[in-house]
Nanobody, 127 residues
Framework: QVQLVESGGGSVQAGGSLRLSCAGA????????WGWFRQAPGKEREGVAA????????YSADSVKGRFTISQDNAENTVYLQMSSLKPEDTAMYYC????????????????????WGQGTQVTVSS
């Protein structure tokens, strides 16, 4: 079983930065794909970034490209989402997800592709 725990959410003014962390525990494969998703009230869950744990290849959605960066610390089995130049429309609950398959074998921005999820961390950006 795999457990994911997010942290680092909070409230920030527009233009500010936050770094989210996703710590993993359990039987996590080195070839796994990890993703960050967000969901605002009344909206569908949206994939914003993903990383293939073996080699660190990253993928970013157009909506956050140039502002959000996904990275990993293999020693800590943790994936990060560095968010900069935050906008009010970035306000959402942010979720970490993991799947034992490589990113190139799944639709990495589709929530249904992932087997494991964290509990979420709230990000609120005020104007």
């Amino acid at each position: 079983q795999v457990q994911l725990v997010e942290s680092g959410g909070g409230s920030v003014q527009a233009g500010g930065s936050l770094r989210l962390s996703c710590a993993g525990a359990g039987n996590i494969y080195s070839r796994s794909c990890w993703g960050w998703f967000r969901q605002a009230p009344g909206k569908e869950r949206e994939g914003v970034a993903a990383i293939y744990r073996r080699g660190g290849v990253t993928y970013s959605a157009d909506s956050v490209k140039g502002r959000f960066t996904i990275s990993q610390d293999n020693a800590e089995n943790t994936v990060y989402l560095q968010m900069s130049s935050l906008k009010p429309e970035d306000t959402a609950m942010y979720y970490c997800a993991a799947d034992p398959r490589p990113c190139y074998d799944i639709d990495y921005f589709v929530a249904g592709s992932y087997n494991y999820w964290g509990q979420g961390t709230q990000v609120t950006v005020s104007s």
